[in-house]
DNA sequence: ATCGACTTAATCATCCGATTAATAGAATCA
DNA sequence: TGATTCTATTAATCGGATGATTAAGTCGAT
């Protein structure tokens, strides 16, 4: 199995063939330099990479340290140089976290637990005195933490990691698509719908709710994205132009 | 609007801030470090990572070259690593893929041209043809283009740039999947009906099968997967243990 | 005039050395 | 004991030197 997954990074190659784990720390950049035969600026070239993608953190005096596997940094880096470059592909992500909220609820709600339930029914009530205040405050941090909540026992770091791209993407762009009331009262009337139908472990009626406020969410147009590309209104989201 | 999606990397600054389209060539590391006031040593750090997440192309004499925005490659960095520290991964990006090419596969059947359709089951045709030699060979090229076509007309960066991913850490991780007989035929049987049933346009049968197919690989064990880890046989792959 | 081989120069690739800044841990002192 | 200072280690940044690669221009032969 041994497999080299060729990596033409030395760093990265040194990381797994030596088997080091979360927390571990590498060797100080000269040694390494020594050990690998690579240059320090080289190698530093690959530990800025590496860091990027989230794979190790670096502080003077602490070293090189390990983190944990997350694919959250990689996705997030990408996205939003893809954000600054074309907004429209904040788009195609979110349809992509609907596929994968879509693919994944019936597993990640089995998996919830009381406390689950219980969080999700908080970040409604949460949510809703926020909206009726009378300074209205927009419940932006309910709104990811409920969804997040929902997926919280998914054990896939991959689709958790998208998940979670994608709520720093939205915040990051801040297109404000939950901007007036009604359309706030709407969505946290599903949530609210959702959360209730968990608790009595309807986990298809909370299905069937959460597909629905997807598509609610799907149908709305972006409404103040910058107006850099003026051919917005023709292009058709989802598929490619034939060739 | 303007946001600085502050990144912490005057390279990736300098792209944005100065609307570099794809194909088009920055300056020398050389003028770019006297403009920016940054040393070429930190800028080649930046530049090793904006290669990595594959957002530009830099070759002596050619310079520094945009490339067009994809997905794949930090998707594939990130994913490659994670598959040497921890094989177990593949199964949960697998889970993933599974998850993408459901939720898009309508939009995605429906926008296929008679060409595709036809490529299809060109591709069908192909692998029962290696599958029926004396000496049969693993249809393993067919297989991803099979998958890859049905998607093809799918207008989503990132579905498509994930599945793309997905293929290239099968190959990498070589786990042989589809390696026996009897399963590359009950598989390839599965194509052979979505081909026909897409070019009948009779999208829901297809989906159908295909979805079937998924389930007949997701239960599927993996094979000969590395014993490095001996609780595998008590994961229950798609969910986290309670807290 | 056209084509191919050769030369040139611009640029990335790699390396080295030195300096600076940050910090963990030891030493010091109230 | 507890807070502070000091010191050594290490990453961070810089500047420069050299090699490798290749696009483009040059020259010559047919």
């Known amino acids: ?35 690998l035969g690579v240059s320090i600026g080289k190698l530093r070239e690959q530990l800025e990479a590496a860091r990027v993608l989230g794979l190790v953190a670096a502080r ?14 990689a996705a997030r880096a990408s996205l939003m140089f893809g954000l600054a470059t074309n907004e429209r592909l904040f788009r195609e992500f979110s349809e992509l976290r609907n596929g994968i909220e879509s693919a ?14 219980q969080d999700l029914k908080r970040y409604v009530s949460l949510a809703w005195h926020k909206l009726q205040q009378s300074r209205i ?8 933490a409920f969804h997040m909540t929902v997926f919280r026992r998914l054990d896939n770091l991959f689709a958790t990691g998208l998940l979670e791209t994608y709520w720093d993407a939205y ?5 404000n698509l939950y901007a007036d009331y009604g359309y706030l009262t709407e969505v946290w009337g599903y949530h609210e719908g959702i959360a209730e139908a968990i608790e009595r472990n309807e986990v298809d009626e909370a299905r069937a709710l959460h597909e629905e406020h997807l ?22 989201s989802m598929v490619r132009s034939q060739a």
């Open 137 to 144: 405050q927009i419940p932006h941090q309910e709104h990811r």
């Open 215 to 236: 598509l609610l969410l799907r149908t709305r147009d972006v409404p103040r994205s910058s107006a850099r590309q003026a051919s917005f209104a023709e292009e058709n």
């Open 171 to 175: 915040e990051a762009v801040e297109l």
């Open 60 to 73: 003077p005096r602490r070293g090189i340290e390990c983190n944990s596997y997350s694919f959250t940094p």
């Open 1 to 35: 199995m041994i497999k080299q997954l060729h990596s033409d990074s030395e760093l990265l190659d040194y990381i797994v063939n030596n088997g080091f784990v979360p927390g571990a720390r590498l060797p100080s950049l000269n040694d390494l330099s020594a050990e």
């Open 104 to 117: 994944f609820w019936r597993p990640a709600v089995l998996a919830l637990t009381d406390e689950d339930k």
